[in-house]
């Protein structure tokens, strides 16, 4: 029987992942238990399991063999579909990596994958074992790793040099993310790079500038944590929601924003199941961790601008590629504004440009630039506000 922790969120589930650990880790480590948390947070039931012989798993690990590693991955996702369904997302740190890729292709409801310092060829781990030997008539090897020592049997050996992701990973068809430290000095960055060569898009690279093998320090593991998070929220079963022209905000949609630590400046904000970081860039001695407001503020523009144009679109029955919307704050002297009505002072100004499918004709260009300005942020923002402050 295998063991493990199940996290499940406090709102709506929206999807369910698995997180395998590092070799010879269990689901305590830091990296488990703060991207499975953080997960949580967005809606994600997590799993984070141990491998046979490890943890509150049965069996002997020194009987253990890197299919079997596989096949306990395979069973974790078996216990997810059966409760929740899916796991639409799976993650693997060090081996717990390589195994995620092997298994992969056998997981069909996963839409995504995600390998923490990860080899790109589970071989690679026989380095812990160079130059340790069997006792003579014993089919196991004693070896020291992470300062504790292990049993290893002879079949893991052979069984590991029979496995590479390589093929399973171009032909998975599942979208992809590397995290890899540079300075990792357990498994080198070359691996994330041959992981990410062989991989078909969709593929993302995350470089863990600083962070060790482990994610030891609590600021690399919970910058992956926000990292897989993010990435991995586009991968979510798609939900129901109000058109943006019609939304209105609710008394359960509020938004929060938290201060994390009064001595700097970066601030959580959350509504529902999703929750972002705001921050002030260093040279204001912020620690630059997310976005500051205006950038946050810019970001809802450009969003709500692009769904407009979307959904006018969709109503039109128009086909084209992806838009991208480019934004900038600045203020000015009112005097500088010839559409302005303001003349004395200085005012707010963004400027907004628009990205649009060059394949377009000019008259349908023409008509979807004329509707970026009924979107509904826009509207807001040009619009009279009136800020009501409460007290709690």
């Known amino acids: 029987m295998l063991g493990g922790v199940l996290v499940e969120p406090e709102g709506v589930q929206r999807g369910s992942a698995l997180f395998a ?130 049993e290893i049997g002879t079949g893991f050996i052979d069984d590991i040099r029979s496995h590479s992701p390589a093929e399973c990973i171009a032909r998975s068809g599942k979208a992809l993310l590397v995290l890899h430290s540079p300075g990792d000095t357990v498994v080198g960055i070359e691996n994330a790079r041959a992981i990410f060569d062989r991989a078909r898009h969709p593929k993302s690279f995350v470089t863990l500038d600083g962070a060790d093998h482990l994610l030891s320090r609590r600021e690399d593991s919970a910058y992956v944590a926000e990292v897989v998070t993010a990435w991995a929220s586009r991968y979510l079963p798609a939900t129901p929601s109000e058109p943006a022209s019609d939304h209105r905000a609710k008394e359960w949609e509020r938004v929060t924003v938290q201060e994390e630590d009064p001595r700097a400046f970066a601030h ?85 440009t628009i990205h649009l499918d060059p394949a377009l004709d000019e008259q349908t260009r023409e008509r979807l630039l004329e509707i970026a300005d009924r979107c509904p942020v826009h509207r807001t923002l040009t619009g009279e506000i009136v800020i009501r402050t409460e007290p709690a």
């Open 268 to 352: 959580t904000a959350r509504v529902r199941a999703h929750r972002w970081r705001l921050d002030e860039p260093t040279d204001v001695g912020g620690g630059d961790t997310g976005p500051n407001p205006y950038e946050a503020l810019l970001s809802a523009l450009g969003a709500c601008t692009s769904m407009t144009l979307r959904m006018y679109a969709r109503k039109k029955g128009w086909e084209f590629g992806a838009t991208r919307v480019e934004l900038a704050h600045d203020r000015i002297h009112a005097a500088d504004c010839e559409d302005c009505e303001t003349r004395v002072g200085r005012i707010d100004r963004i400027r907004r």
């Open 21 to 150: 650990h590092c070799f010879t880790c269990d689901s305590t480590s830091h990296a488990a238990t703060r991207v499975s948390r953080a997960l949580a947070d967005r809606g994600w039931a997590v799993l984070r399991f141990d491998f046979t012989g490890l943890g509150e798993s049965e069996g002997d690990f020194a009987d253990t063999t890197f299919t079997t590693n596989i096949e306990d991955v395979r069973a974790a996702a078996r216990f997810l579909a059966d409760r929740f369904g899916g796991p639409q997302l799976l993650i693997g740190h060090s081996l717990g990596g390589a195994a995620v890729l092997m298994a992969a292709e056998s997981v069909p409801a996963a839409a995504a994958v995600a390998t923490i310092g990860a080899p790109a060829d589970p071989e690679h781990v026989l380095r812990l074992v160079e130059g340790a030997t069997p006792a003579e008539g014993d089919d196991r090897i004693r070896v020291d790793i992470g300062g504790r020592p292990f």
